[in-house]
């Protein structure tokens, strides 16, 4: 069996990957909110697994998050730690560097990333992949595979568990084709660059982003550029988000006139297991809200 080196900070002790995934209890870490929604379903009912998060469902989005003292004290004695990948968790060498053989699973393989061009015309992945149903289904088949791999003992269970949950997500990416076929081709304007997956897969085109990061501060120039590309477009819906200030959309609507909602990038939340299912409904009719 493959071996993880799990560091105690406080003893600096080295134990065998076999020991920690016969132990009474081994712990699977997630990056962030999402990929912890995906996680439990995954691993749910089987209590000899320990699913944590890193973040507190605060954080939102993880762009230019700092490793903090009790991150890595986390990471210490975790047997796996599950990443959205494609750029999301930018602090990811220092874990691997600091954690060499602390298993890490990548939820980016197997899906097609897109790629947006920076202020320098350079690309850039875009991370917010599970924001199409599809997607989703990959991430967790690739948890399945290699919590298969970690925890062989409860290979059954963790893949009658990832088969469930995917026959849910097919099952709710085809309502979801079906519920939003009304607004296809229909244009809107998003607070960040959250919602290029959820557009994709369900046929909306972003007319244009208010801001690229959350924590950006349009200068006036930027938020004059937004408002005539809003105005181009026909003043279509703008969507916020509920975890970020909505200053900027607020400002381009009073000069617009179009009008604001909210859609949702799933990134905090409560921790049930269906709530990935209750957040992508909710965005579906916030859309045919805003275009009825």
């Not at 406080?10 to 699977?28: G, N, P, Y």
């Not at 924001?131 to 290699?146: G, M, P």
């Not at 005539?228 to 006139?257: D, I, K």
Request: glycine residues 6%; contains cysteine; proline residues 4%.
């Amino acid at each position: 069996m493959r071996r993880i080196l799990i560091f105690l900070l406080s003893a600096l002790l080295v134990f065998s990957m076999t020991a920690c995934v016969h132990a009474e209890t081994a712990k699977v870490m997630t990056s962030f909110y999402p990929m912890y929604i995906f996680a439990l379903n995954v691993f749910g009912g089987i209590d000899a697994i320990e699913i944590d998060c890193m973040t507190a469902p605060e954080t939102g989005c993880l762009h230019d998050y700092q490793l903090l003292v009790g991150d890595m004290m986390k990471l210490s004695d975790a047997a796996a730690l599950i990443v959205c990948g494609a750029g999301m968790e930018n602090y990811l060498p220092d874990v691997q560097e600091q954690f060499p053989e602390l298993a890490v699973i990548d939820c980016s393989q197997g899906i097609d990333l897109l790629t947006e061009e920076d202020e320098d015309g350079d690309g850039e992945l875009n991370a917010h992949t599970w924001l199409d149903a599809r997607n989703a289904v990959k991430i967790v088949e690739t948890i399945a595979e290699y919590g298969c791999q970690l925890f062989p003992e409860f290979a059954d269970q963790i893949c009658a568990n990832a088969l469930a949950y995917t026959e849910r997500l097919n099952a709710l990416d085809e309502h979801l084709r079906e519920e939003l076929a009304p607004v296809q081709g229909k244009a809107i304007v998003t607070f960040h660059d959250a919602f290029p997956y959820f557009a994709n897969a369900y046929g909306l085109e972003i007319a244009a982003v208010i801001s690229e990061e959350h924590e950006e501060t349009l200068s006036p120039a930027q938020l004059s550029q937004v408002i005539e590309t809003v105005r181009q477009a026909g003043n279509p819906p703008l969507f916020t988000e509920p975890q970020y200030s909505a200053v900027a959309a607020y400002a381009v609507s009073a000069e617009t006139g179009a009008p604001i909602y909210t859609l949702d990038p799933l990134v905090s939340g409560a921790y049930e297991k269906d709530a990935y299912e209750t957040g992508m409904q909710q965005n579906a009719e916030a859309l045919l809200e805003a275009f009825k």
